[in-house]
């Protein structure tokens, strides 16, 4: 089964950026639609940001002037652009192609001075 490999995240102060990547083991260009998610209580899920295999992108409207997705078709890769990063954006963001139920392992972002 394809697999999804995020890296990037780490520790960063206040007002800095971050870029995630997600690796996908196989051609992303086979999922409809990648994203980056982060996991609430209960089971729920908070959509940061997703990109179709057209291009087309969509964000949280809380979000979506300091976070940008992006890929990268050659290299099997999607990115989140993170920028003027706060405290309450510290989670860990997990890779997905929701329409497969293909998750990533995650990656941390602690955002702290």
């Known amino acids: 089964q394809v697999q999804l490999v995020e890296s990037g995240g780490g520790l960063v102060e206040p007002g800095g950026s971050l870029t995630l990547s997600c690796t996908s083991t196989?051609?992303?260009?086979?999922?409809?639609?990648l994203g980056w998610y982060r996991r609430l209580p209960y089971g729920q899920r908070d959509v940061i940001a997703t990109?179709?295999?057209?291009?087309?992108?969509t964000y949280d409207s809380a979000l979506k002037d300091r976070f940008i997705i992006s890929r990268d078709v050659v290299k099997n890769t999607v990115y989140l652009q993170m920028n003027n990063l706060k405290p309450e954006d510290s989670d860990t963001y997990y890779c997905?192609?929701?329409?497969?139920?293909?998750w990533g392992q995650g990656t941390q972002v602690t955002v702290s001075s």
């Open positions: 997905v192609a929701p329409r497969d139920d293909i």
């Open positions: 196989g051609n992303i260009s086979t999922f409809v639609i």
């Open positions: 990109i179709t295999r057209s291009g087309r992108t």
